[in-house]
């Protein structure tokens, strides 16, 4: 079992939509949890980091930890056409990341 | 942006080839990251640095070696390129762990 699992994809919506991204964990120990975003062609770039368990909102994202079912979320309102990219989660530990395999989400106007 | 560039950006080359992939940065940062993205496989750790001459092996370094001799400079070798090499390699730099910033971006192929 990967130590990081993500919805793969990909997952195409209309502009406007809520789109739900998805990752489970198998370690209890994680304390930290990032969201990247990837356009094409073009390197990760972090977008939301957030510490043990709860919501973590910025701007149209919300990062969701459930550290009791080892789940993580990233949730987009209002999508835009720009928020199409690669979203991969990510659990720093020891000085190293484990990454999900990224979930590609094109938002249609 | 952080501080980070690699070279080359694109590079072809022959079946047992030796090749190097430089990546550098400004930001004096203590971790420096090599990793390899292919479809399907998402992000692959192949070597990472905590420090100058203090490496690791990652989840794929069969075939590759690194070497850090200072803190801004980061070099992955790949002593024989095979097939299965071709790819697109990541350098990412971190202060303390956490946060990773990534280059631009290496991609390799070998015919």
């Known amino acids: 079992q990967k130590e990081v699992e993500q919805d793969p994809g990909p997952l195409s919506v209309p502009e406007g939509a809520i789109v739900s991204l998805n990752c489970t964990y198998s370690n209890s120990a994680f304390q930290y949890f990032m969201w990247y975003r990837q356009y094409s062609r073009k390197g990760p770039e972090l977008l939301m980091y957030t510490y043990s368990s709860g919501n973590k909102e910025d701007g149209r994202f919300t990062a969701q930890v459930d550290k009791s079912s080892k789940y993580i979320s990233l949730f987009i309102r209002d999508s835009q056409p720009s928020d199409s990219a690669t979203y991969l989660c990510a659990i720093p530990d020891a000085g190293k990341s484990t990454f999900g395999d990224g979930t590609t989400l094109t938002v249609k106007p | 942006d952080a501080g980070i560039t690699q070279s080359p950006r694109h590079k072809v080359t022959e079946t047992g080839t030796p090749v190097t992939l430089r990546c550098h940065q400004t930001?004096?940062?203590?971790?420096m990251y090599w990793y390899r993205q292919d479809p399907g496989h998402g992000l692959r750790l192949i070597h990472y640095s905590y420090g100058v001459k203090d490496t690791d092996k990652g989840e794929v370094s069969d075939g590759y070696s690194v070497s850090r001799s200072k803190t801004e400079d980061f070099l992955l070798t790949l002593e024989s390129a095979t097939s299965s090499q071709t790819s697109v390699y990541f350098c990412a730099i971190s202060e303390n762990g956490g946060e990773q910033f990534f280059g631009p971006g290496t991609r390799l192929t070998v015919l």
């Open positions: 930001e004096n940062h203590r971790y």
